[in-house]
């Protein structure tokens, strides 16, 4: 048995293969590192033990806000700044802080992508040159291109807006987990999608980039999935045939987003 709070699941790539880790902390402490792949195709048990603790301040909450936090740590937060969810919102390369100056100038003032990527139909998104590919990883995309780089946040999110009119910038979330793919090639879509960016950001253009393929440790894809939450489910006893996005998959096609229920105090039998 393991216990102790939920973090969103690590991640890492071995050539094309997802790796996961199940992430348990000591309330704000880390603790231990399950390696989760060798877990698929068995029975594992989740007990929902009705504490969570926030993950900024640690104190005990009956509600999370953002991921894990309490209402006030949420509201005050530099992670749930503006600019996270609208990237052109930033402007700490100006010098101008929307929340926190310093955490701003760590996470915004540095080189962000704009990418592509094919988690059902194709979509555009942002995010920090550091968190490739664990961002690609995090949202189920079995496929990612890059297609600009910026030396800040807000010429990211510029790119992305300018891009919005022509392609989706969001996850269907069911369609991911059931692999249901729309038709479409990323490198046909660069080609069209970039003529619509503008000139003063055509300077960040990068067409040369390779298409980056993720595989999944997935047995069976379910026909349909139904959500499921510790709160309403406390006890999860069911086989494991899968792992997408932060979603373990179950053979009845049940699935529980690890990220969303982060703070959560469980045991783990795996």
């Known amino acids: 048995m393991h216990t102790g709070n939920i973090r969103k699941m690590r991640s890492s790539l071995v050539g094309d293969d997802v790796q996961y880790e199940f992430v348990l902390y000591n309330n704000l402490?880390?603790?231990?590192?399950?390696p989760m792949n060798e877990v698929v195709g068995k029975k594992i048990v989740l007990e929902?033990?009705?504490?969570?603790?926030?993950?900024?301040?640690?104190?005990?909450?009956?509600?999370?806000?953002?991921?894990?936090?309490?209402?006030?740590?949420y509201m005050n937060s530099p992670m749930a700044v503006e600019s996270v969810l609208r990237p052109e919102l930033s402007q700490i390369h100006e010098g101008i802080a929307l929340r926190d100056e310093e955490w701003e100038r760590k996470h915004h003032?540095?080189?962000?992508?704009?990418?592509?990527?094919?988690t059902a139909g194709i979509k555009v998104g942002v995010t920090r040159k550091t968190q490739v590919p664990t961002r690609w990883i995090d949202q189920g995309?079995?496929?990612?291109?890059?297609?600009?780089?910026?030396?800040?946040?807000?010429?990211?999110?510029?790119?992305?807006v300018a891009l919005k009119d022509y392609i989706s910038d969001k996850t269907n979330w069911r369609k991911m987990l059931t692999n249901d793919l729309m038709p479409?090639?990323?490198?046909?879509?660069?080609?069209?999608?970039?003529?619509?960016v503008p000139n003063d950001l055509q300077k960040f253009l990068k067409n040369d980039e390779p298409l980056r393929h993720l595989h999944f440790p997935v047995l069976e894809y379910p026909e349909k999935v139904k959500s499921m939450k510790l709160d309403?489910?406390?006890?999860?006893?069911?086989?494991?045939?899968?792992?997408?996005?932060?979603?373990l998959i179950f053979e009845d096609g049940t699935v529980i987003n690890i990220r969303s229920h982060a703070g959560y105090l469980v045991n783990l039998y795996a």
Request: charged content about 25%; some cysteine; overall charge negative.
């Open 232 to 247: 309403s489910t406390p006890i999860i006893e069911k086989k494991l045939v899968g792992i997408k996005g932060q979603y």
């Open 109 to 118: 003032l540095q080189p962000h992508y704009v990418y592509l990527s094919k």
């Open 29 to 34: 402490e880390p603790g231990e590192l399950l």
């Open 184 to 196: 479409g090639e990323l490198e046909e879509a660069r080609e069209y999608l970039l003529e619509n």
């Open 141 to 160: 995309a079995v496929e990612a291109l890059i297609i600009a780089e910026t030396p800040y946040r807000q010429a990211a999110g510029l790119i992305e």
């Open 48 to 73: 929902f033990q009705h504490v969570i603790n926030c993950v900024v301040t640690g104190e005990k909450i009956k509600k999370t806000y953002g991921e894990g936090m309490s209402y006030e740590a």
